[in-house]
């Protein structure tokens, strides 16, 4: 079970924390990513965290201003977010992830059940 937290409202140019609490074995060995769903819009990858060796990736739209990291003794995930703009507005998700081969080269997806997510609304 993923239960996010931390979302709110923010203003542009603010900062937020979302976490995620992670039950069930394993949580260290497993490559978590955070995603997020804007309103009308398909669900998009943001940030990933490897288990073993805490390899990120980011999505360009966020690099720079957005932290991915992990505390495994707490089984918990989170996503440092700086310099917020209002396209960062939505729904964010935290689960375990993989990657898919895609005609770009390849893509992330989660592979658990989604959670119930944080909202975080940036306003102007």
Do not use: H
């Amino acid at each position: 079970q993923l239960v996010e937290s931390g979302g709110g409202l923010v203003q542009a140019g603010g900062s937020l924390r979302l976490s995620c609490a992670a039950s069930g074995r394993a949580f260290s060995t497993k490559t978590m990513a955070w995603f997020r769903q804007a309103p009308g819009k398909e669900r998009e990858f943001v940030a990933a965290i490897s288990g073993n060796d805490g390899r990120t990736w980011q999505a360009d739209s966020v690099k720079g201003r957005f932290t991915i990291s992990r505390d495994n003794g707490k089984n918990t995930l989170y996503l440092q977010m700086n310099s917020l703009l209002r396209a960062g507005s939505a729904v964010y998700y935290c689960n375990t992830a993989g990657t898919v081969a895609t005609v770009e080269g390849y893509g992330w997806r989660g592979l658990e059940a989604w959670g119930q997510g944080t909202m975080v609304t940036v306003s102007s």
